[in-house]
């Protein structure tokens, strides 16, 4: 059949109709639906003899519509009939006619009918909508032309109205489509952050349409391009934000949003050679830049230091073996006042007992000679200490105070403890940027050190409840910190200008010894706890959800535990010895190497280059 339509009206889907063939008539060419006013609608009836006389009839809704139909019968023709402007709805055609037959060859008239039913749909209301279609995707910071179309031309000017509905991308200016034309100008939509976005037009009088626009973050450089897993990059680009992340490889990695155009991450543990890098933002993830994976440097040896109650032992960890360097007498310390220690990455050791704090020189034979002493705030439950540079923060149970070190001596550069959260056991401290976290028997204080001698407390976050001590350190990147306690580990994230809050926790082995502590290896993703009677492994690139993936029985500390990790060895003091543990298959972890110290029975501290 022949489906005939005026314009730009659109043909809707054809309905199936239901034919009934009696006798030698039929629609052989049945209307179907159209979309109205303007369809022009056309019928086509076929017989199989010849009409008797002036017999064919038909009517269109049970009006008489046979006049309509050309040719007329007789002839055993196929007359046609165009019906033009039929309302919305449905609508039944019916044909019939006396036509010539035969019963055992004697010619008679006999009747015959067909009947259709089809329907006519109303027009759909003029719609807006975008050329192209969509969705369309963009890179952050650039800009693509779109125009808005609309399906009938207005009758007269019509302003149109759009919204972006997301900073992802900018609005373009409202425009006007100008009578009896059916798109817009042209206009620039314009990325601005990764992720989908929706583009809204909206007139009165209107269905409003919409364009879905994705929007890919841009990496236009990776600094350094190359480096070991646990490397700190760079990346920076267009159309970041909170929450991006990097993938080297596919694998994710820690990632700390800077800014729009900048992020920093680690590189993650993977094999030597070329692989790839990119940045995924809402969703939308960028292009992919090529980076070099290096082999991580064979290990040096690693020199430790070791605190008790009255003094401060050197090691040297190489080949498998620990051995002792040297033994420098510190400040008697007794009771139950845990003990600190700290590398400051130059070329001293800081040691803090209950009520002060002591330099000692490194020599180049790695041997220690005292350098000088300052007076700190007496702590009844221990004290712990970190450095880096000339920088020193001490941790008492009532709060913190910032030191400098002169000409290598400890100067204190507050005249009373920063005040802080109240710790009933121990206390921990670490040092990273312009920040110190301060762990105590509760949860973590964050303090700004920028200017040593006004820090401030800028924020606290509660964590479980410590009956024997605490760990604390910074993660690589400086924006998450790991808290020990004697049931497992705390994850916080404190990117918000210093501002912590608690992300995960994982539990581990029951520690009743005071002073647990934990590190952070050089791939950044992963944990070290130390207990009463061995270490713990956590993976935490996800801060969210840390796993505990090994674990380790080592010599029993009746007292406190210090750790210290390098590379793929993790250190733990005792209060007799010294261990150490190889982690680089944390599933199964050998038996520690371990060497005597000496005996502590307040509790240890370790550090170490």
Wanted: with cysteine; aromatic share 4%; net charge neutral.
């Amino acid at each position: 059949m022949n489906i005939q339509k005026p314009g730009n009206l659109q043909t809707a889907v054809a309905l199936a109709a239901s034919v009934l063939l009696a006798g030698c008539v039929s629609i052989t060419r049945p209307p179907e639906a159209y979309v109205s006013p303007g369809s022009t609608v056309v019928a086509e009836v076929g017989f199989r003899s010849q009409v008797c006389s002036n017999t064919f009839a038909a009517k269109l809704d049970g009006t008489n519509v046979t006049s309509s139909f050309s040719p007329q019968p007789p002839a055993t023709t196929m007359p046609q009939a165009t019906f033009n402007n039929l309302s919305p709805g449905s609508h039944t055609l019916t044909v019939s006619a006396k036509t010539l037959q035969y019963w055992f060859l004697i010619p008679y008239c006999g009747d015959g009918s067909d009947s259709v039913s089809f329907t006519v749909l109303a027009p759909p209301a003029p719609s807006l909508g975008f050329a192209p279609a969509g969705p369309l995707t963009i890179d952050a910071g650039t800009s693509t032309n779109v125009r808005v179309t609309v399906s009938a031309a207005p009758a007269s000017a019509t302003a149109v109205n759009l919204t972006s509905g997301s900073s992802r991308i900018a609005a373009p200016p409202s425009t006007t489509i100008a009578a009896s034309t059916t798109s817009s100008p042209l206009f620039a939509v314009t990325g601005q952050t990764g992720g989908s976005a929706t583009l809204s037009a909206t007139a009165t009088g209107l269905q409003s349409g919409a364009l879905n626009v994705n929007v890919r973050p841009v990496l236009g450089s990776v600094t350094p391009a190359t480096g070991a897993p646990g490397t700190a990059v760079t990346l920076s680009g267009a159309g970041y934000a909170a929450g991006a992340s990097v993938r080297f490889g596919g694998q994710a990695t820690p990632t700390t949003f800077v800014s729009a155009s900048q992020l920093t991450a680690l590189v993650p543990p993977l094999a030597a050679g070329s692989t790839t890098v990119n940045v995924t933002v809402n969703g939308q993830a960028s292009q992919n830049l090529n980076f070099q994976v290096l082999a991580p440097p064979a290990p040096a040896a690693t020199v430790l230091f070791r605190t008790s109650g009255n003094d401060v032992q050197t090691f040297r960890f190489a080949s498998g073996t620990l051995t002792l360097l040297d033994t420098d007498p510190a400040t008697i310390q007794g009771g139950t006042a845990v003990v600190g220690v700290a590398f400051n990455g130059l070329d001293h050791v800081v040691r803090t007992s209950a009520d002060d704090v002591q330099s000692f020189n490194l020599l180049a034979t790695n041997t220690l000679t005292l350098a000088g002493s300052a007076t700190g705030t007496p702590s009844g439950t221990g004290a712990a200490i970190a450095a880096a540079g000339n920088l020193l923060a001490r941790a008492s149970d009532i709060g913190l105070e910032t030191y400098l070190l002169v000409n290598g001596a400890p100067q204190r550069q507050v005249t009373s403890a920063i005040a802080g959260t109240l710790s009933t056991t121990g206390v921990a401290v670490d040092l990273r940027g312009n920040f110190a976290v301060r762990a105590h028997s509760s949860g973590i204080d964050v303090y700004n050190v920028s200017n040593p001698a006004t820090p401030v407390r800028v924020g606290s976050a509660t964590g479980g409840v410590s009956s024997v001590g605490v760990g604390v350190r910074f993660a690589p990147g400086g924006t998450v910190a790991v808290r020990s306690t004697p049931n497992g580990i705390e994850v916080f994230n404190i990117a918000a200008n210093g501002m912590p809050s608690l992300t995960g926790s994982q539990t581990g082995a029951l520690s009743t010894a005071v002073n647990t502590a934990v590190a952070i290896d050089a791939t950044g993703t992963r944990a070290i706890r130390t207990h009463s009677t061995g270490i713990e492994v956590y993976d935490i690139g996800n801060p969210a959800s840390p796993q505990r993936i090994g674990q380790r029985g080592g010599s029993v500390s009746t007292t406190g535990t210090g750790v210290f990790l390098s590379g793929n060895t993790a250190f733990r003091a005792m209060n007799t010895a010294l261990e150490a543990y190889d982690i680089s298959a944390p599933g199964s972890i050998p038996d520690p190497v371990s060497v005597a110290a000496t005996p502590s029975s307040i509790g240890v501290g370790l550090s170490g280059r």
